[in-house]
């Protein structure tokens, strides 16, 4: 589902993570500035709103997923 590519973006530098799909699709993590807790962002674009729903619920699922098996192994 993920492939790796760095790219080297002129922005002012944050702690953010953000990983793009092939569909164009894309999820983000950074740590809260005022919490002890991760921010995640998530953005698509389909062909349709309802393909749209469905496919950031895919999005979030596999990702919340990943996330959980890496933290409870």
């Not at 080297?8 to 919490?35: M, Q």
């Not at 895919?58 to 997923?65: C, G, L, P, T």
């Amino acid at each position: 589902m993920f492939t790796s590519q760095q790219e080297v973006i002129e922005l002012p530098s944050s702690n953010v993570l953000k990983f793009w799909l092939k569909d164009g699709s894309w999820f983000a993590i950074r740590p809260s500035g005022t919490e002890p807790k991760v921010k995640f962002y998530f953005g698509v674009k389909q062909a349709t709103e309802n393909r749209s729903e469905e496919r950031l619920q895919e999005i979030q699922a596999n990702v919340m997923s990943a996330i959980e098996n890496m933290i409870y192994t």
